[in-house]
């Protein structure tokens, strides 16, 4: 039995993952979580094989999740199920340690193939997402600004596009406002913008945000 934790801050959307995941002979759901905080105690009971995810969460960003999870359980599969589209954020995920990346538009079957899959220890790419990545082999010029940026880097440029102040980021990630200023810097730099203003833009334009 291949046993999945569901993560998702909608009621409903659990309780129709869970009922159809129920038909599948060889899964069984044995944890539900509808925050980050909720995701990382699953995590500390260490009894599930797969984490089904969504990137939206009320008290964190999935990808700060996702990071947390990389921490504390390097080998544990997390598939992202999102309802943004994975041309935005698939390849930046799948960097940081995710094992899949589906929208939550995809045919329930190849939901099914994706956790059979990563519950085997493979990653699990969707024809787009393998365009993406064979995209940038090409080098920077042919990949989007912010899949050029390094895990932390992505982080801080989230959480600024987010509205989020230096000195506030520096607390939550536990980082001196220095280090901080110098992330935001190099994000700037390798975006190439102006201001916090213009990340704010470019993440709304790419889908990044909402």
Same mark, same amino acid.
């Not at 990137?55 to 990071?67: I, K, N």
């Not at 895990?151 to 102040?165: N, P, S």
């Given at each position: 039995?291949i046993? *999945?934790? *569901?993560v998702?801050?909608?009621? /409903?959307?659990?309780?129709?993952?869970?009922?159809?995941?129920?038909d599948? &002979?060889d899964?069984?759901?044995?944890?539900?979580?509808?925050?980050g905080q909720?995701?990382?105690? *699953?995590v500390r009971q260490?009894?599930?094989?797969v984490m #089904?995810?969504?990137? &939206?969460?009320p008290?964190q960003?999935g990808?700060e999740?996702?990071? &947390?999870i990389?921490a504390?359980?390097?080998d544990?599969? #997390?598939?992202?199920?999102?309802?943004?589209?994975?041309?935005?954020y698939? #390849?930046? /995920? /799948?960097?940081l340690?995710a094992?899949?990346?589906?929208?939550?538009e995809?045919d329930p079957e190849e939901l099914?193939?994706a956790?059979?899959?990563?519950a085997r220890? +493979?990653?699990?790419?969707?024809?787009g997402i393998?365009?993406?990545?064979?995209e940038?082999?090409?080098?920077?010029?042919?990949?989007p600004?912010?899949e050029?940026?390094?895990?932390?880097e992505f982080?801080?440029f989230? +959480?600024?596009?987010g509205?989020?102040?230096?000195?506030?980021m &520096?607390e939550?990630?536990?980082l001196?406002?220095?280090?901080v200023?110098?992330y935001?810097?190099r994000v700037?730099?390798?975006m190439q913008l102006?201001s916090n203003?213009d990340?704010?833009?470019?993440a709304i334009k790419?889908g990044l945000?909402?």
């Amino acid at each position: 039995m291949i046993r *999945i934790a *569901i993560v998702d801050d909608h009621p /409903l959307v659990r309780a129709g993952l869970r009922q159809f995941l129920a038909d599948q &002979a060889d899964f069984l759901v044995v944890a539900e979580a509808a925050d980050g905080q909720g995701a990382l105690a *699953i995590v500390r009971q260490g009894e599930v094989d797969v984490m #089904v995810m969504d990137l &939206a969460m009320p008290d964190q960003s999935g990808v700060e999740v996702l990071a &947390a999870i990389r921490a504390r359980a390097p080998d544990l599969p #997390v598939l992202i199920l999102s309802g943004f589209p994975e041309e935005h954020y698939a #390849v930046n /995920l /799948l960097r940081l340690g995710a094992n899949g990346y589906l929208n939550k538009e995809c045919d329930p079957e190849e939901l099914v193939r994706a956790i059979r899959t990563v519950a085997r220890g +493979r990653k699990y790419i969707t024809a787009g997402i393998a365009e993406r990545l064979a995209e940038g082999l090409g080098g920077p010029a042919a990949r989007p600004a912010h899949e050029s940026l390094s895990e932390r880097e992505f982080q801080v440029f989230l +959480r600024l596009a987010g509205g989020e102040t230096v000195g506030h980021m &520096a607390e939550g990630m536990s980082l001196s406002v220095k280090t901080v200023s110098t992330y935001r810097t190099r994000v700037l730099e390798k975006m190439q913008l102006t201001s916090n203003s213009d990340l704010t833009y470019y993440a709304i334009k790419n889908g990044l945000i909402q």
